[in-house]
Structure formats: C-alpha cells, structure tokens
C-alpha cells in the first residue's frame, strides 16, 4: 500500500540498496584496463582500422609522439 502511495503504481520490482554500504564505497572511479587496450588492437590488427571504425585515431596517435 505505501508502494502505492509513493509510486502510484506497484511496480514489477523494487532494487534496495544498503545506504551505510554506499556510503562507504564512495564514487566509481573509471580506468582502462590492460585488457581492453589489448582487445582493441587485436581487433584493429584483425580486421583494419576501416573495419573497426578507429581510422581517425589511428592516424592521429603518431601526429603527437614526442
């Protein structure tokens, strides 16, 4: 009934998450990974910058090596 009441509907599912637990684990913090990298260009060596849709980057990586 309070499902009801906030929502107006009952919905198919509710999520709960622990809020001291998210508290704690704090904000995500984003990286590429090794094996992303490698992943990548296995596939730009398999199947060519055109195929994989990088051709842009590809020529711009060696327009800034030092």
Known sequence: ???KQ???FVPDFIITLDAEYCR???APVFTIRG???????G???R???DAAGVRA???A???RQR
């Open 1 to 3: 009934m309070q499902v």
């Open 6 to 8: 906030w929502f107006g």
């Open 24 to 26: 704690a684990c704090g």
């Open 35 to 41: 094996h992303n990298v490698e992943e990548f260009v």
């Open 43 to 45: 596939v730009v060596r």
């Open 47 to 49: 199947y060519g910058a």
């Open 57 to 59: 980057i590809v020529n």
């Open 61 to 63: 990586a060696p327009a």
